[in-house]
């Protein structure tokens, strides 16, 4: 059989967030003359077949963040390709995007890659004190447990609950699981510190000091835990009444982040590991393997 002459690339642009058509946007593939899409937000792209490699994709909408990313393309027709676009309207702002996915609050001049998790993080908790030796109480160990089950769905757009937690008191690193550890150093002006979504993943708990509790009854504020489980997801600090806020803004006990945060953390978890600002995915899917120590972030008490 020969090469066909001609073969269609074809499918829909939605909304990132609602979900909903995007109608008179543009989508482009490299190589071929330009689509728009109809009020469905149907696209259809025909023109010589580009066989064997990564094809280059954006979709560009008025009042939408340009979308660049790639398809994998055997050359064949394929009609069920679903690209997605942010729009760029509440409940969606680009400015909290920044500061919660590439540290745009505390670094806007160097914007990160974001990074994320692939997989459902499972935790290890050691509740031996490495500052004081003593073992946590079994209560402050639950409240901790409890704190991540309520934090990874509400982070990952909830494509992900928290997997098996595991406790002990040995030092462990392990492959897709996230590493909890407490000290106690009243010398250090931190509550917690953390890997920022990173795998494995590594979170440290600076227990039992002033303003990292709630009042004297708990050594360990659950709004603490899920801030530093934030950071391990992949999120960085962000200004105003946030969980991610390191001026600690929000209840004590709580464990619920805003729905400002739980949206552009979906957001997130919607795309690429590596994609970059705006909105440019990787263009190969072995990307994003990040090179250098893990990117660490550290929150003040
Ligand atoms: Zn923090």
Redesign the pocket.
């Known amino acids: 059989a020969s090469k066909p002459l001609t073969s269609t690339l074809a499918g829909t642009l939605v909304d990132t967030i609602s979900g909903g058509p995007v109608g008179g946007a543009t989508v482009t593939i490299t190589g071929r003359p330009a689509a728009t899409t109809n009020a469905d937000g149907q696209w259809e792209s025909t023109g010589a077949p580009l066989i064997g490699i990564a094809q280059n994709v954006t979709a560009e909408s008025e009042g939408f963040l340009t979308h660049q990313t790639a398809l994998a393309w055997s050359g064949a027709d394929r009609r069920d390709v679903t690209l997605d676009a942010i729009a760029d309207r509440a409940p969606f702002s680009l400015e909290f995007y920044r500061q919660i996915v590439r540290d745009g609050y505390e670094r806007p001049m160097v914007l990160q890659p974001l990074r994320r998790w692939t997989t459902a993080p499972s935790f290890y908790i050691n509740v031996t004190n490495a500052s004081t030796n003593e073992t946590m109480d079994a209560s402050e160990v639950a409240m901790i447990v409890q704190a991540i089950r309520d934090s990874v769905p509400q982070m990952t757009g909830g494509r992900f609950e928290a997997g098996p937690i595991d406790t002990g008191t040995e030092v462990r690193t392990l492959a897709n699981s996230i590493y909890v550890h407490v000290v106690s150093d009243a010398t250090a002006n931190y509550c917690?510190r953390a890997f920022v979504g990173v795998n494995p993943g590594d979170i440290t708990l600076n227990y039992g000091l002033t303003g990292c509790g709630c009042g004297r009854q708990q050594k360990m504020a659950p709004s603490v835990v899920a801030?530093?489980v934030g950071?391990a997801l992949g999120f960085w600090?962000v200004d105003g009444v946030a969980m991610?806020n390191?001026g600690w803004t929000l209840p004590c006990a709580s464990t619920r982040f805003t729905d400002q945060e739980r949206v552009h953390a979906a957001v997130a978890y919607a795309r690429p590991l590596g994609n970059r600002d705006i909105d440019i995915d990787p263009s190969n899917f072995t990307a994003a393997t990040a090179a250098g120590p893990p990117p660490v972030?550290i929150?003040r008490r």
Do not use: D, R, Y
Request: charged letters at 10%; hydrophobic letters at 20%; a negative charge.
């Open positions: 917690g801030h530093e950071h600090h991610m390191t972030v929150c």
